[in-house]
């Protein structure tokens, strides 16, 4: 029996693809019990999310949990990237529909989060929202209208069904391409079965996460400390890392292609690397193997066979992946430890009211709040809440 389970060449460089697929289902799993008790209404959407919170049975454990999946889904995707990078993925032909597949999938992810922040409509929801036409809207030329478009076409409602329905389906047509069309072949449970018993301590991990540090949802009854959340690691911080420059370089030029530009160019100009950058096929490099056979020794293959499966190669390997990872994820730390990403309904609770509590109905109208286009005001009432309101 434990012969039949047990996973094939166990070894953490080659399981954070599967940890990653199997966050995603996870995440779709607590997505869809959230669905049954959230109603996607400005008046009512805050209130399920207590109630979910607060007095469904293991409501809140399900609710944390679909918020801490994607900070371990990212550091997966992360580490299973730059093993790609350094296995030369891209360079194999055979595999650049799973390359492409892969590094697009970068994108629906990255939007499922923007969505969900939205979603519970509390302070913290709203102010991200009021930041995204800002952030179109530094664009040239067509800002302005893309800015008018966000503010006139959002609403609850229709960025609910871009969250549950538009974006995953999108998701899940990827991830058919990239991992289950050969799954199917194997047999997916099989794949998941062996793949749970190796991620086993991420999702120990996760639990404890999710358990000890929950986003408070509690008020007016239980109230945070204003700068509370600083430090500790939320969804929030991918997002910030773009929106960074509206507080450190003001009205720059530059902001665009910082934000928006690079990122994107960085995106596909990845994602179609198999297509520019020509590697060779499988066939012809087992043909060169074959025509240069005669050449080596047997005291040479078995050299060259001992090297490839030496134990140096793979502690140097591992090194250079954790290296990479560790300045990845630190340089996003750097950026936003200080982001107090629980904090914002110590002043914003449902005890006081529209504008100071909850988020206003008028939200679309600048000329009531006009300091919601100061970029730099509003991402400094974030970090330094205390000192910038």
């Not at 390359?99 to 992810?109: A, H, M």
């Not at 540090?213 to 109230?223: E, K, L, R, T």
Request: aromatic share 14%.
């Amino acid at each position: 029996m434990l012969d039949s389970i047990k996973p094939e060449k166990v070894n953490w460089r080659h399981y954070f693809g599967g940890l990653s697929f199997i966050m995603i289902i996870m995440q779709l799993l607590t997505g869809l019990f959230l669905i049954f008790f959230y109603e996607p209404t400005i008046a009512d959407a805050y209130k399920t999310v207590q109630i979910i919170s607060n007095e469904i049975t293991a409501g809140g454990l399900i609710r944390n949990l679909h918020r801490w999946i994607p900070a371990l889904l990212f550091i997966a995707v992360l580490v299973h990237t730059i093993r790609c990078f350094l296995r030369k993925d891209f360079s194999n032909q055979q595999k650049k529909v799973l390359w492409l597949t892969g590094v697009l999938l970068l994108l629906p992810i990255f939007l499922l989060i923007a969505t969900g922040l939205i979603m519970p409509w509390e302070w913290k929801g709203y102010w991200f929202m009021e930041m995204v036409p800002n952030y179109f809207g530094t664009i040239p030329i067509i800002g302005d209208s893309l800015k008018s478009f966000f503010m006139e076409t959002y609403t609850i409602p229709r960025y609910y069904v871009l969250h549950i329905l538009v974006f995953p389906i999108i998701t899940f047509v990827l991830v058919d391409y990239h991992i289950l069309v050969k799954l199917r072949k194997r047999g997916i449970f099989h794949y998941l079965l062996k793949h749970a018993i190796v991620v086993l301590p991420f999702l120990i991990l996760l639990l404890y996460l999710s358990t000890t540090m929950q986003i408070p949802s509690n008020d007016p009854i239980d109230v945070p400390l204003p700068l509370e959340g600083a430090n500790i690691i939320a969804p929030e911080w991918y997002f910030l890392i773009i929106l960074l420059p509206f507080m450190y370089l003001k009205d720059s030029p530059w902001i665009p292609f910082i934000s928006i530009f690079a990122p994107l160019i960085v995106l596909f100009a990845t994602a179609f690397m198999p297509y520019y950058l020509k590697g060779k096929e499988n066939n012809e490099e087992e043909s060169y193997e074959d025509k240069h056979h005669h050449r080596a020794t047997g005291i040479k293959l078995l050299w060259h066979k001992t090297m490839r499966n030496t134990a140096a190669k793979k502690i140097a390997n591992g090194i250079i992946v954790t290296i990479i990872t560790v300045v990845i994820a630190g340089l996003i730390y750097l950026g936003n430890y200080n982001s107090p990403t629980f904090g914002c309904n110590s002043c914003h609770n449902v005890s006081k009211g529209v504008r100071i509590g909850i988020p206003p109905d008028f939200f679309k109208d600048r000329s009531k709040l006009p300091l919601l286009n100061d970029n730099e005001w509003m991402m400094r009432h974030w970090y330094y809440p205390n000192e910038v309101w």
